[in-house]
């Protein structure tokens, strides 16, 4: 349908632009002559009445009217009131991907208690003052952290 449709268009263009080099370059043809714009006129109207080009055009006319009769507002609005009352079957997060982050975490009781009294036992935590620290005392802590941070 699409070649059809380049060629009605093509076509089209040819006849125009014949038509008019023709009415400005040519003198007045000879009446019993058809001229090349009136054979692509013919043409033309030879295409468009195929099989194929009236398809083509009940095809475009009931796309058209298909759209022009859109449900009214109140049925969208009942479609939109009907699926917000069903429930969601797409969850959040996948299951595996729970179960993959659970197994990293320490979600057992047991390891989340010895987690915590560690952390009571190491006493309180010290504050730094980072503002009265020099750009190199900077980095030595921070590689520092890194360190404790990848060593534990």
Do not use: C, H, W
Not at 76 to 90: F, G, H, L, Y
Not at 105 to 131: E, H, M
């Amino acid at each position: 349908m699409n070649k059809l449709l380049a060629t009605l268009i093509a076509g089209t263009f040819a006849a125009v632009s014949t038509v008019a080099v023709a009415q400005s370059a040519m003198p007045a043809p000879a009446p019993t002559e058809k001229s090349a714009a009136e054979k692509a006129k013919e043409k033309v109207k030879a295409a468009q009445s195929t099989d194929k080009a009236k398809a083509f055009d009940e095809k475009q006319k009931a796309a058209q009217d298909a759209s022009r009769n859109s449900p009214n507002p109140a049925e969208q609005k009942a479609n939109v009131d009907a699926s917000k009352m069903q429930p969601r079957t797409k969850a959040k997060y996948d299951e595996k991907a729970a179960q993959g982050l659970s197994d990293n975490s320490a979600t057992d009781p047991a390891q989340a208690k010895a987690n915590v009294a560690a952390s009571k036992a190491s006493g309180p935590r010290q504050k730094i003052d980072l503002s009265k620290m020099s750009k190199q005392e900077k980095q030595d802590l921070l590689r520092q952290l890194q360190k404790e941070s990848t060593g534990q």
